[in-house]
């Protein structure tokens, strides 16, 4: 009997945390002072903004706290968004004009229906969700081009330039990473597109060829904010993929790479790492070589093994430098409510907590069939959106993990103290404009009552488990 009234307490508290007519012991009518977005794991609800009122009070109650400190004040936010692989370019492409510009201001754009993407990362040259691989410098067996003379960025005329150009006129503001898969083979030691290392010869080469990449860019109209030495440096088993350990990449740096983007006179940020958190030794390892630290704004970081506080390991170690987190895949094999779950909490909240400037996780787009990708590249890759025909496309798993911050928090943010109680992991920010943003997850297997509580007041809600919630005020 004990029990059934404990049942029956519980479900009156819920129904009271989230009714119309009663808010933290308010009578209606009150003004609703939160907005709730939520989704859940199940896909009852995705990215949809609650109709329930939500206002701040005073009633004292047994609720767990999560408190939002904007006093306590941590790294400004650079954005959220997805890599702009070629692939996503070319199968966006494939959608006829309409749907095209309907998805590109869905995801890019400001009005009430967009999610407002504002990071992309893109390759320079092929990555391996490109149909083929190539760079921007091939030559033919035994030739080598030390000039630069057949540099071109052709491969990409016809897919990516043309939609990152639609994408700039819709937010002239995005930031843009830039990462290699390979260099070109010619410049390697196995004369493979796979594997492979840059030959010490071409080191100076190889640096023109950034700043060429980088200049040309400019000249169509797209600024590269960051560039990455290359993509998962110690993964040489992909197509493209090329290897570059830790003093390779020091010694790259400071006697080639940052001497020539000096020399032309560019802005545009030299990050190391992009691999994975299992080997925070190896950003620490470069940032520790002197003569390579001053060129170097920070590391990148993907989550394919290792923990998500190893951005706070090596920010730790180097205060002053920045951290990225550029990628993480979800698979056409996953499960939404298990990727919605793990995600939020590492991705987006874990990169978020330990220091990174942005959170992205990896394909833009593909087809219904994972393609295009290159022969040994990812053939499990699910895209944020799949592409159906020319008129019809869907929203994946990576799009709600994304827009649950993307949507609320601009670039430019700061990001401010929560706590984390139990399974309700949180990160909180401050817009531009003064407004206050929480993200919440429940990681545990039952619905969880809390309170939000700012500035001594505090709010009542609920998330279901699996659930993701956005609150704003």
């Given at each position: 009997m004990?029990f059934?009234?404990?049942?029956?307490?519980i479900s009156?508290?819920?129904?009271c945390?989230?009714?119309?007519?009663?808010?933290?012991?308010?009578?209606n009518?009150v003004?609703?002072?939160?907005?709730?977005w939520l989704?859940?794991?199940?896909?009852?609800?995705?990215?949809?903004?609650?109709?329930s009122v939500?206002?701040?009070g005073t009633?004292?109650n047994?609720?767990?706290?999560?408190e939002?400190?904007?006093a306590q004040?941590?790294?400004?936010i650079?954005?959220f968004g997805?890599?702009?692989?070629?692939?996503s370019a070319?199968?966006?492409?494939?959608?006829?004009?309409?749907?095209k510009?309907?998805?590109?201001?869905?995801?890019?754009?400001f009005?009430?229906?967009?999610i407002?993407?504002?990071y992309?990362?893109?390759s320079i040259?092929a990555?391996?969700?490109?149909?083929?691989?190539?760079?921007?410098?091939?030559?033919?067996?035994?030739?080598?081009?030390?000039?630069?003379?057949?540099f071109?960025?052709s491969p990409?005329?016809?897919d990516?330039?043309?939609?990152l150009k639609e994408i700039?006129v819709i937010?002239p503001?995005i930031?843009?990473i830039?990462?290699?898969?390979?260099?070109?083979?010619?410049?390697?030691d196995?004369?493979s597109f796979?594997g492979?290392?840059?030959q010490?010869?071409?080191?100076?080469?190889?640096?023109n060829?950034?700043?060429?990449?980088?200049?040309?860019?400019?000249?169509?109209g797209?600024?590269i904010?960051a560039?990455?030495?290359q993509?998962?440096?110690?993964h040489?088993?992909n197509?493209?993929?090329?290897?570059?350990?830790?003093?390779?990449?020091?010694?790259?740096?400071k006697?080639?790479?940052?001497?020539?983007?000096?020399t032309?006179?560019?802005?545009?940020?030299?990050?190391?790492?992009?691999?994975?958190?299992?080997?925070?030794?190896?950003?620490?390892?470069?940032l520790?070589?002197?003569?390579?630290?001053p060129f170097?704004?920070?590391?990148?970081?993907h989550?394919y093994s290792?923990?998500?506080?190893?951005l706070?390991?090596v920010h730790d170690?180097?205060?002053n430098?920045?951290i990225y987190?550029?990628?993480q895949?979800t698979?056409?094999?996953?499960?939404?409510?298990?990727d919605?779950?793990w995600?939020?909490?590492?991705?987006?909240i874990?990169?978020?907590?330990?220091w990174?400037?942005n959170?992205?996780?990896?394909?833009?787009?593909n087809?219904?069939?994972?393609e295009p990708?290159?022969?040994?590249?990812?053939?499990?890759?699910k895209?944020?959106?799949?592409?159906?025909?020319s008129?019809?496309?869907i929203?994946?798993?990576?799009y709600y993990?994304i827009a649950?911050a993307?949507?609320?928090?601009p670039?430019?943010?700061?990001?401010?103290?929560s706590t984390?109680?139990?399974?309700l992991?949180?990160?909180a920010f401050?817009?531009p404009?003064?407004?206050k943003?929480?993200l919440?997850e429940n990681?545990?297997n039952?619905t969880?009552?809390?309170?939000?509580?700012h500035n001594?007041?505090?709010?009542i809600t609920?998330l279901?488990?699996?659930?993701?919630?956005?609150?704003?005020?």
């Amino acid at each position: 009997m004990r029990f059934l009234s404990i049942i029956a307490l519980i479900s009156s508290f819920i129904s009271c945390a989230q009714s119309n007519d009663v808010v933290n012991n308010h009578p209606n009518p009150v003004a609703n002072e939160v907005d709730f977005w939520l989704t859940k794991g199940t896909q009852s609800v995705n990215l949809e903004k609650q109709s329930s009122v939500l206002a701040f009070g005073t009633t004292y109650n047994m609720y767990q706290n999560i408190e939002v400190n904007e006093a306590q004040t941590y790294q400004t936010i650079d954005g959220f968004g997805f890599s702009l692989t070629g692939g996503s370019a070319q199968v966006i492409n494939q959608l006829n004009a309409q749907k095209k510009q309907e998805l590109l201001q869905e995801l890019f754009g400001f009005n009430a229906n967009s999610i407002s993407i504002s990071y992309l990362r893109i390759s320079i040259g092929a990555s391996d969700l490109n149909a083929s691989a190539f760079s921007y410098d091939d030559m033919p067996s035994g030739q080598t081009d030390l000039n630069l003379v057949n540099f071109s960025l052709s491969p990409d005329m016809t897919d990516l330039i043309p939609v990152l150009k639609e994408i700039l006129v819709i937010n002239p503001n995005i930031k843009i990473i830039a990462a290699p898969w390979s260099a070109p083979v010619w410049m390697k030691d196995n004369n493979s597109f796979i594997g492979g290392s840059l030959q010490p010869q071409y080191y100076s080469v190889y640096a023109n060829y950034f700043v060429k990449y980088i200049q040309k860019m400019q000249e169509n109209g797209i600024t590269i904010d960051a560039i990455t030495p290359q993509n998962e440096p110690l993964h040489g088993g992909n197509n493209p993929s090329l290897l570059m350990y830790a003093n390779q990449q020091a010694n790259f740096i400071k006697n080639n790479l940052g001497p020539a983007f000096q020399t032309a006179n560019l802005a545009t940020k030299i990050v190391v790492y992009d691999h994975n958190c299992d080997n925070p030794q190896y950003p620490i390892t470069v940032l520790s070589d002197a003569n390579a630290n001053p060129f170097i704004d920070g590391s990148a970081f993907h989550l394919y093994s290792g923990d998500i506080s190893a951005l706070t390991t090596v920010h730790d170690a180097f205060p002053n430098k920045n951290i990225y987190f550029t990628e993480q895949w979800t698979s056409s094999t996953g499960d939404f409510a298990g990727d919605l779950k793990w995600h939020t909490k590492n991705v987006v909240i874990g990169s978020m907590i330990n220091w990174s400037k942005n959170a992205l996780e990896w394909n833009l787009a593909n087809n219904a069939t994972f393609e295009p990708h290159t022969s040994g590249g990812c053939s499990q890759c699910k895209g944020a959106i799949t592409v159906n025909s020319s008129d019809s496309f869907i929203r994946n798993v990576a799009y709600y993990i994304i827009a649950h911050a993307s949507k609320f928090v601009p670039m430019g943010s700061v990001r401010i103290a929560s706590t984390i109680n139990g399974n309700l992991n949180t990160v909180a920010f401050k817009t531009p404009n003064g407004k206050k943003v929480l993200l919440v997850e429940n990681d545990g297997n039952a619905t969880e009552l809390f309170n939000i509580k700012h500035n001594g007041k505090w709010v009542i809600t609920s998330l279901e488990s699996g659930s993701v919630g956005t609150f704003i005020w």
